[in-house]
């Protein structure tokens, strides 16, 4: 059964930093268009950064881009996310997922994600 486990939140102080992982177990994630999206409290999730499915490309939300920064290790089977400069506004549950596309414009049509870990960024 494909899983997907999320680590790596806590609590951060504004302009602080923090790195999420997601290792992936019973499937290859090279062979996956990979991703990150969020949930706050009584929002809408939305689609965080993820590799594109057709080309070198990276899609990064708006509000993360020049602080967020997404890689892979295939070799590890894990995915990462880099959060720089965090805000307030970041504190969500990160879901890492599997999406049937990813291009410039966003991340679409999630096929699987993990249980989330939660980033609070609160002085």
């Known amino acids: 059964q494909v899983q997907l486990v999320e680590s790596g939140g806590g609590l951060v102080q504004p302009g602080g930093s923090l790195r999420l992982s997601c290792a992936a177990s019973?499937?290859?994630?090279?062979?996956?268009?990979m991703g990150w999206f969020r949930q706050a409290p009584g929002k809408e999730r939305e689609g965080v950064s993820c590799?594109?499915?057709?080309?070198?490309?990276?899609y990064y939300y708006e509000s993360v881009k020049g602080r967020f920064t997404i890689s892979r290790d295939n070799a590890k089977n894990t995915v990462y996310l880099q959060m720089n400069n965090l805000k307030p506004e970041d504190t969500a549950v990160y879901y890492c997922a599997t999406f049937n596309v990813g291009d410039r414009t966003g991340c679409y049509g999630m096929d699987y994600w993990g249980k989330g870990t939660l980033v609070t960024v609160s002085s």
């Open positions: 019973e499937f290859t994630l090279n062979y996956y268009t």
């Open positions: 590799f594109s499915s057709s080309d070198d490309s990276i």
